[in-house]
């Protein structure tokens, strides 16, 4: 089945829950990522819209045949939606395609599949060549290093930023600290009843 999306290349999607002061860590529970003492984990739950931010992830879900993760995104998501069958989302990320970044783990440790694993050092150049096959997208959730890889590489093609009204003071950004000034083209932006701001970003 393709979707819409025949004859054309691969492209990476990523989409984040970012506060105010551009904190992404652990949005989606107490013990996501504790990393450096992060005690806010589950912090964009109250603001989740499910008639604006639904519909996005839905269509994100329609458009992407793949996931990318890194391995902390993978070991949580593997332990959460294997027991979440029966709705479309569910069912679709359980049975889609995934592409786990690490350098520790081995093939008989990805028990959530269909997987396949990619060592760090051959991530740009694994991720080069799925843009140059035709088909769905490569969507990418968490994963924060990962992330910054393929920004520095300019191997992002779509950035869905769900900016939520609440600072946090401190917590992992999303974006590569390395000095380097990225331009972006706003494609859309949409205001959830919560207050949260759906913006969609190409690279300029």
């Known amino acids: 089945m393709t979707r819409g999306w025949y004859g054309r290349a691969m492209r990476v999607v990523v989409s984040e829950f970012m506060s105010l002061d551009g904190v ?8 996501e990522d504790t990393t450096g003492g992060f005690q806010r984990g589950g912090w964009s739950l109250p603001f989740f819209d499910p008639e604006v931010m639904g519909p996005v992830i839905a269509e994100i879900a329609e458009r ?3 996931l990318l993760q890194g391995r902390r995104t993978y070991q ?3 332990a959460a939606w294997p027991s ?9 990320i359980n049975a889609t395609q995934k592409y786990v970044v690490s350098d520790s783990l081995s093939e008989q440790e990805l028990p959530w599949g269909p997987a396949e694993l990619i060592r760090g050092g051959a991530l ?10 035709p088909g769905g997208d490569i969507y990418i959730y968490g994963s924060l290093s990962v992330v910054r890889t393929l920004l520095v590489a300019k191997l992002v ?3 869905i930023l769900m900016i939520e009204p609440i600072t946090l003071g401190g917590g992992k950004t999303l974006f590569p600290s390395d000095g380097e000034a990225r331009r972006f083209e706003l494609l859309s932006a949409v ?3 919560t207050g949260v701001q ?5 690279p300029a």
């Open 191 to 193: 205001t959830a009843r």
């Open 157 to 159: 093609d779509e950035l």
């Open 24 to 31: 992404v860590q652990a949005p989606g529970g107490p013990q």
């Open 64 to 66: 992407s045949e793949a």
């Open 76 to 78: 949580i998501s593997a």
């Open 198 to 202: 759906v913006c969609r970003y190409r």
């Open 124 to 133: 740009v150049d694994a991720v080069s060549e799925l843009r140059k096959r």
């Open 84 to 92: 979440r069958g029966g709705d479309p989302f569910a069912d679709w």
